[in-house]
């Protein structure tokens, strides 16, 4: 892999307001040998996780490096009311609470922000389920936000905090002493740090570098993404559809008279979709959402991803902590993906603030109370997002009766499906 030029670096030596290590420059910019500089924990990957979870080591009182291969700015803020990102969350109410402690929520646009009320699931034989925020005495299902807004807000936190930036840094290798990891960049740079936090995504370079072997397991399905102005009012509701040839489509509600759509469709039709005119695409996502909105209008171009399912069979080793996509992939159906990401960085950062005499946040002591507390929150998601993949992939009519059986009698049981949706939402 090749480093991405010289990294630019913010922040560089902050200190960390609870005291905690300093971060030590060994070298310098221009000193002939290569320069190092040591942190307490240095996180690669600065996608949502690894941004949330900078600011929250850094309130745990260590002294915090972030990097990334690609620019870590704050994007600039799209005009009201026009150009919305074709990528958008479901923020589950749990990880609003876990971003609201990091400082992240507050200063979130409120016009670029949508609750979701009540949702509908239809099964492919017209078998419905219905959740609903006020029966369960929330505010909200969940946020819909969009990866833009929630990012920009994100580095500006991690910036305020007095994380050391580094980007663009395109990890290169990775070496471990006994007390020490090192992060080293093509062009002779490096970062040491007692913990080595892989943030770094679905193909992560310091999981390979760990041992850490991934079991991957492709769906054969790709999500299809893209936003459309809608004729109705969605009034605060989400749609779910699971279709008869195993896709899965789903209607998010955004501010306004726009809907953001995921369409889990089988390879082909993904690539199909994908190719379509924008009317086109528009008039066969109506259509197969029963029309329940009207007429739609795409307002942004569509996105294809690949949808895999990815176990890894340890989240920890010597001086190592994976979190977010690094950690586990889901596949989108329940829109947790991310969740569950926050919610190994709330645990990674609640576990080393607590660390009382421990002054080693790689500790194995601490990573393995990290790990424990992260397998089974994680195992559950797995295990309910596959089952949910594979039941409505089946097309077998016994399997298939079943399935829509099976959410008719949750549809009138209030305190099954009250428990379904209580554990979505933390
Ligand atoms: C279609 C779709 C819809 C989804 N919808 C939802 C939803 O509604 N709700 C939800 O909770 N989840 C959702 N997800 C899941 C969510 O997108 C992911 O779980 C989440 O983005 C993972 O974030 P991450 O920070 O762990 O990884 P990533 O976002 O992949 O970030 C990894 C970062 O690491 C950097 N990096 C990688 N390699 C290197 C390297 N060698 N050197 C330096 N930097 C490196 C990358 O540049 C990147 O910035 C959805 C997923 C898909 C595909």
Not at 148 to 158: H, P, S
Not at 374 to 396: H, I, N
Request: proline share 7%; aromatic share 6%.
């Amino acid at each position: 892999m090749s480093a991405a030029g010289p990294p630019a670096v913010d922040n560089e030596g902050a200190r960390s307001p609870g005291g905690g290590g300093a971060a030590r420059r060994i070298g310098g910019a221009n000193s002939a040998g290569p320069s190092v500089t040591d942190y307490d924990v240095a996180i690669a990957g600065a996608g949502l996780v690894g941004l949330s979870l900078a600011p929250a080591l850094v309130h745990a009182g260590l002294s915090v490096a972030l990097i990334d291969r690609a620019d870590v700015s704050m994007p600039d803020s799209p005009p009201a009311g026009e150009g919305w990102d074709t990528r958008v969350y479901a923020i589950s109410p749990g990880s609003a609470a876990f971003l609201e402690s990091i400082g992240a929520w507050p200063g979130l646009p409120a016009d670029r922000i949508a609750a979701v009320e009540t949702m509908r699931v239809e099964g492919d034989t017209g078998a419905i389920l219905n959740f609903s925020a006020y029966e369960l005495g929330e505010r909200a299902l969940a946020w819909i936000v969009e990866e833009r807004t929630l990012r920009a807000e994100l580095v500006r936190v991690a910036k305020a905090a007095g994380v050391a930036v580094h980007a663009p840094y395109a990890l290169d290798a990775l070496t471990w002493s006994p007390d020490a990891g090192t992060l080293h960049c093509a062009d002779g740079t490096a970062l040491t740090a007692r913990l080595i936090v892989g943030a770094d995504g679905l193909r992560s370079r310091v999981r390979d570098a760990a041992g850490i072997a991934a079991v991957t397991k492709a769906y054969g399905q790709t999500a299809v993404v893209a936003n459309f102005n809608c004729e109705h009012p969605h009034r605060g509701r989400a749609w779910q559809w699971f279709l008869d040839d195993g896709g899965v489509l789903a209607w998010l509600p955004l501010p306004g008279r726009r809907v953001s759509m995921v369409w889990s469709a089988p390879d082909r039709e993904a690539r199909e979709l994908l190719a379509l005119p924008a009317e086109e695409l528009a008039a066969r996502v109506a259509s197969c959402g029963r029309r329940a909105l009207g007429t739609l209008e795409s307002i942004t171009p569509s996105a294809g991803f690949p949808l895999q399912l990815q176990k890894v069979p340890t989240m920890i080793a010597h001086r190592v902590a994976l979190v977010g996509d690094a950690a586990h992939g889901v596949h989108p159906l329940a829109g947790q993906g991310v969740n569950l990401g926050f919610g190994d960085a709330e645990a990674l950062a609640a576990v080393l603030r607590g660390r009382g005499p421990l002054t080693d946040p790689g500790a194995p002591l601490l990573l393995e109370r990290f790990a424990r507390r992260r397998a089974a929150p994680v195992l559950a998601m797995q295990t309910v997002t596959d089952t949910l993949a594979r039941l409505f992939g089946a097309t077998s009519p016994w399997i298939r009766a079943a399935r829509n059986f099976g959410m008719t009698v949750v549809d009138g049981l209030p305190p099954a499906r009250r428990f379904l949706a209580h554990s979505a939402l933390r």
